[in-house]
């Protein structure tokens, strides 16, 4: 017996806590194998001592290894679950940090969300602290799908909704095959990112959106907030990035050669990407000469050297509207969410949502009809009023 040497008899002797071989009921058999016989406190600590070598280690541990993240049940942190915030998880598991070895908490809640966060909480607000999201879950989903089929929330809102990152949103929308921004042309550009939602084109996305969601901020901007995707991607696909990114546009200098044919073309990207831009915003925008120039930094090189930007100057021509043409657009897109939604169409309330006075309203009267007949297939006379 181990046990014995590691006390000796003596010592057992005299804390009257001989181990007798040869009884069926000596203590230590008693202790270990749970017999209904109560057995004197001194034994427990001698058999604590002999196992672990630290009693007062012992009982630290088992303390601390019960206060690690608090009392269950813990909150569900799941933003869009009924139950948020509400002490709903029973499932913890405690985990140990494979680096810092601090412990690691995770949550799995019955909706599917589950998170974790590094201990041991320190404060009470610690309980609500996310640290990771490791699964989203069906009811997120579910209300996520709701969400982008509605079709009325920037990329931006979507994440703020959904308490995750643009670049989740995109994912998902993927995933869940909603595509309501993988069918903007803005958010794929080649065949790969459409058939292999992998890590680039995550990182594309993830670029995209800072650029649209801050479209005053210059280059160095960006790639700060971004400073991984940017790396990355600059690393596998240089020339998109060249593409994409806001370029700021230097100071002429009068005195240096300036190659404008490769200006020309260099604007025309720029001026290209812009109208995409505004064509697909939520809130329709008049696609003028300053509502293309200004944002990005090019209006006074548009109004001044239009003479020497040829390829420019065709394309606005092409898509800059009159005020007449640009409420017909916004008559449009009205008649167009009013059919998706299966609302009825009354001529006067696009007239007051689109903000139209009658005079310049009755001149485009006409043509709105006929659109409406055209998009319902002759079925809005049975809506309209
Ligand atoms: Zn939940």
Redesign the pocket.
């Known amino acids: 017996m181990e046990g014995i040497s590691f006390y000796g008899t003596e010592f057992l002797k005299v804390m009257d806590s001989s181990i007798d071989n040869d009884d069926e009921y000596n203590w230590l058999r008693v202790i270990t194998r749970d017999l209904k016989r109560t057995v004197h406190p001194v034994r427990h600590l001698l058999l604590i001592n002999f196992l672990t070598g630290d009693i007062a280690e012992f009982f630290s541990a088992k303390v601390y290894k019960y206060n690690l993240f608090g009392k269950g049940p813990w909150p569900?942190l799941?933003k869009v679950?009924e139950?948020y915030r509400m002490g709903?998880v029973n499932n913890l598991k405690i985990t140990d940090d494979y680096k810092t070895r601090l412990p690691v908490g995770t949550f799995s809640?019955?909706?599917g969300?589950v998170y974790s966060r590094k201990g041991p909480d320190k404060e009470s607000s610690d309980r609500y602290r996310v640290g990771r999201i490791k699964k989203f879950g069906v009811v997120w989903e579910n209300k996520l799908k709701v969400y982008l089929k509605e079709n009325k929330y920037s990329l931006r809102e979507l994440a703020r909704l959904m308490n995750c990152d643009p670049k989740t949103i995109l994912k998902f929308d993927f995933i869940l095959g909603t595509n309501m921004f993988l069918n903007n042309s803005r958010y794929i550009k080649d065949k790969d990112s459409a058939a292999e939602p992998g890590k680039l084109s995550d990182y594309k996305n993830c670029i995209l959106a800072n650029i649209e969601s801050n479209t005053a901020a210059a280059r160095t901007e960006i790639t700060k907030m971004c400073k991984k995707e940017y790396i990355f991607i600059y690393r596998k696909d240089k020339k998109w990035l060249y593409e994409k990114f806001p370029i700021k546009i230097k100071r002429i200098n009068h005195h240096a050669f300036v190659d404008w044919n490769k200006r020309d073309n260099e604007l025309l990207f720029i001026v290209k990407n812009k109208y995409e831009e505004l064509m697909n915003s939520y809130e329709p925008k008049r696609i003028t000469k300053s509502s293309i120039g200004r944002d990005v930094g090019i209006l006074t090189l548009l109004e001044k050297n239009i003479d020497k930007l040829p390829n420019t100057e065709k394309y606005l021509k092409e898509i800059i509207e009159t005020v007449e043409e640009f409420q017909i657009r916004r008559c449009k897109k009205i008649i167009r969410n009013k059919i998706d939604k299966s609302e009825p169409i009354r001529i006067w309330e696009i007239q007051r949502i689109a903000g139209i006075r009658s005079e310049a309203f009755e001149k485009m009267k006409l043509l709105i009809l006929e659109y409406t007949d055209m998009e319902t297939g002759g079925d809005y006379k049975r809506l309209f009023i």
């Open positions: 569900c799941n679950a139950h709903v809640c019955n909706c969300f």
